[in-house]
């Protein structure tokens, strides 16, 4: 009977087994998430190691490449450094052997006796006004335009200011035999109605020798007379550029109204620069050059092609 009753005390509960499949089948699928949700960490956990491991190398490898670049900037550096004296080392003998060149090179002297008149010296200067006619009709008949005719007579009001500012008195006005010139003349001498005048086929416009610049605009020089050209204005230089007559007691002052080709060569004559150079000088329309002669033939340049008498829109070249 005892027996029995021990066979009945150990079976199981129904109601225990149940419940403990019930927990099992309830617990189940959150076990699963969890190890689900565990397994794809684990996996995350991975991927980071492996992409920390890579950031690390490629850390590296930009600290290796910096480190190769210092060091290259820094031989470069140095190499820059040796060019940049060598460098200063030729700049410094070819400083050197300019200033010892310079040294060896005898300047250019002055031709004191250019008007053949040193032995017969004046006591008195003589002072040229070069003056440019005014803006003309270039196509057709050459005379004035209505521009020209203003530009030539605000000219002759700067040289009559001229003559009552320094008291001095002109002693005649050249001009070239064209009609732009003697129009040009006409209204200076306006302001100085009893100045002696003439005019000078010697004055015509020319060209003496070719320009330096712009050949292709005279593709025909060749066959220009600029050799006759030439020998004519050499003989209007002698004629007009000199020292003062010996019997002159006072300063002389003289005007000559011409060409800008003609002006330009006559002005390089006189200082005894390379005449050649005539075509990098700009002489704009009625405008004036000043030019000194002194008694031991010195030639002095006081303005060239001034054009400051003329308002800037009424200038014109």
């Known amino acids: 009977m005892e027996r ?13 087994i ?3 499949c019930t927990l099992m089948l309830f617990l189940l699928p959150s076990c699963m998430v969890i190890y689900i949700a565990m397994s794809a960490h684990q996996s995350q956990c991975n991927n980071l190691v492996t992409v920390s491991m890579t950031t690390t190398n490629k850390i590296q490898e930009l600290q290796e490449s910096y480190a190769s670049l210092q060091a290259e900037y820094k031989r470069l550096t140095l ?10 080392s030729e700049v410094g003998k070819l400083e050197k052997d300019i200033i010892r060149n310079e040294t060896k090179t005898t300047p250019r002297r002055w031709i004191d006796n250019w008007d053949k008149l040193a032995n017969h010296r004046p006591s008195v200067k003589r002072v040229l006004y070069l003056v440019r006619h005014g803006d003309y009709n270039v196509n057709s008949d050459h005379m004035l335009t209505s521009l020209g005719h203003t530009q030539a007579n605000i000219t002759g009001q700067w040289l009559k200011r001229r003559e009552r500012k320094y008291a001095i008195q002109f002693k005649r006005l050249i001009s070239s035999t064209y009609h732009r010139c003697v129009q040009t003349s006409e209204h200076i001498l306006k302001y100085f109605p009893t100045l002696s005048n003439l005019t000078d086929q010697m004055l015509i416009e020319g060209w003496a020798i070719p320009p330096r610049t712009n050949l292709d605009t005279f593709p025909k020089w060749e066959e220009y007379p600029y050799k006759a050209d030439k020998k004519r204005l050499d003989l209007a230089f002698q004629k007009y550029f000199h020292r003062a007559e010996q019997n002159e007691l006072s300063d002389v ?18 200082l005894q620069f390379p005449v050649d150079i005539w075509s990098r000088v700009s002489i704009i329309h009625a405008a004036i050059s000043v030019l000194t002669i002194t008694p031991d033939g010195y030639v002095l340049l006081e303005s060239l092609g001034d054009n400051t008498h003329i308002p800037i829109h009424l200038q014109s070249s």
């Open 4 to 16: 029995t009753n021990n066979k009945l005390q150990h079976k199981p509960n129904s109601t225990v």
């Open 253 to 270: 002052h003289e005007i000559i109204v011409a060409h800008s080709n003609m002006l330009r060569y006559l002005i390089m004559r006189a």
């Open 18 to 20: 149940y419940f403990t």
């Open 79 to 88: 190499e820059f450094s040796s060019n940049i004296l060598d460098i200063n």
